[in-house]
């Protein structure tokens, strides 16, 4: 790719954004008393958070072997998602480019945003087709590519990613929600080699804690710094900065959870693949499983009928179910009702 400006991409009015400054440091200690920022001096919750996440960003930062200046946390990654596009993409003007399908998040908060959206259409293993890949690149003059590997609701990672960020000519955001469930190296190695990458994580899959609304961006200092400066000022909790940081110390526990959870998705495959009622399971690298069936309103009807909420994919996916990876005792009732089934 050409040299790699950040300040070609960043929209023009925030180069000189004023800065909500903060001065506290991480923990509030007793030394001092702390009368700046019209707190009550009463209950457990009255202190505004860390606003640069201090503890839990070292901690997330050291999990992914990256400096701490290097990363910037929201409130899940679906706020660093609006982020990104708010940060580079200009209403009216600018465009993002995803793949079809993947997660719709992209799209949705692109629209918020009135920028256009441009897709590019996967193959039958839900893969990218290089030539049409350089083809939409060259035709969209897109600011941010949204590649999801693995992909969400697909499940399977994207071959060649390094072939990708290197014929894109704007800033390549690869979302890893589910990276903890592959086999693959994390896009977060690439940062020494590609400036115009952010890669995101979450702490909602493998490490379990979606309802504290903790996500990760990855990316060079100057990105990182820019996030930093532009995010809302608490965007996360006290509580969840406090839980999460406890939680993650707890590595022995998520590697035995992720062993789990990789177990109980090969013994679902395996099983869904004998039904006569399932076309297809498609491989995945995720916590979920795409499944096409023969007759897929009946059979969503009927698990939503045994109370099971599974994803209907159906039509934009042909006779597609996504299907989550859940404890051993839900797995096994799901495939007990799925084997009553006929088509
Ligand atoms: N990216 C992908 C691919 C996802 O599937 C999800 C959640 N479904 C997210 C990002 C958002 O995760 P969170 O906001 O919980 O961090």
New binding site residues.
Partial sequence: MMEFKLQDFIRPHLKNMPVYEINRPAVLGTERMYLDANESPFGDFNRYPDAKHELLKKEIAAINQIAEDQVFLGN????L?DLLIRTFCEPATDRILMLDPS?S?YEIYARFNNVQVGKIALDDEFQIDQNAYLQSVSQSQAKILFL?SPN?PTGNSLDDLKFYIQHFPGIVVI?E??IEFSPNVSAVTFLKEFPNIIV?K????AYAM?GL???AGFASVEIAQLINRLKPPYNISAESQRIALNELKKTAAFKQQLHLILAQKSFVEKQLAQLQIVEKVYPSDANFILVKFYDVEKIYEKLSEHHIKTSLRHPKIENCIRISIGSETENKKLLAILSTLKS
């Fill in positions: 899940g990654s679906d706020e998602i997660f998040i999801c969400n979302d929600a589910y995101l979450t702490l909602s899959k979606a609304r903790v996500g």
